[in-house]
């Protein structure tokens, strides 16, 4: 949610999108990102920033606001970019059979998927998988999984961390690589992404 949000430092005006309640359990990621996107004025030149699960909703909210760039951080580009093992969850459905709830009663593992490696970060990610309502969680992981991909341009630019266990990053298509960060780089490694992101702001 917007705390992983707290130690960057951008330049200029800065919204954060909250997460909405899913309509239903079937609800279509398309359709939820047109809800999301109701926040982005249709002439308004911004960048959509998805770190995680928020990387394809923002290349979804990008093809409903002509002047919106996706970029994305620790996150997919398409269903092409699944590592394996999620690849293998979804055709067995074992998704659908481990509760996300099992998540809060494992924080060591779930510590050790997402690279944190510091007290502080332990104990954000902690907090953060505690408060995460499980209906949503279970959402947001079948509609990752089932999720077509975007028809439209891709993403204007991809940050990913080289050590990334949960979303590896892709061999081609990163435009900055952030050495030996994980998951969790939207917290651990605010300054770098802060800096290229404003780069990017002032550059294009």
């Known amino acids: 949610d917007e705390r992983v949000f707290r130690r960057w430092h951008l ?11 899913p309509q239903s359990a079937d609800e279509p990621l398309p359709h939820y990102a047109a809800r999301l996107a109701t926040a ?16 394809p909703l923002a290349l979804e909210i990008a093809q409903l606001r002509p002047r919106a ?21 979804r055709a067995t459905g074992l998704h659908r059979l481990v509760p996300p709830s099992l998540l809060q009663r494992l924080p060591r593992l779930v ?14 990610l902690r907090q953060i998988v505690l408060d995460t309502d499980p209906v949503f969680a279970r959402w947001a992981i079948r509609q990752l999984l089932c999720w077509q991909g975007v028809a439209g341009p891709g993403p204007a630019a991809r940050l990913h961390g080289t050590r ?26 605010a300054a770098q992404i802060s800096g290229f992101l404003n780069q990017l702001a002032a550059t294009h």
């Open 69 to 89: 760039r996706a970029v994305l951080v620790s996150s997919l580009a398409g269903p092409h970019e699944l590592p394996f093992s999620l690849r293998l969850a």
């Open 11 to 21: 330049l200029g005006e800065v919204h954060v999108l909250r997460w909405l309640p």
């Open 111 to 124: 510590g050790w998927a997402f690279g944190v490696t510091t007290r502080s970060e332990h104990a954000l």
């Open 40 to 55: 982005v004025p249709l002439a308004q030149d911004c960048w959509v920033v998805g770190v995680s699960f928020g990387g």
């Open 164 to 189: 990334d266990r949960l979303l590896p990053a892709p061999v081609v298509g990163i435009d900055c690589r952030i050495a030996g960060a994980g998951h969790f780089m939207v917290v651990s490694h």
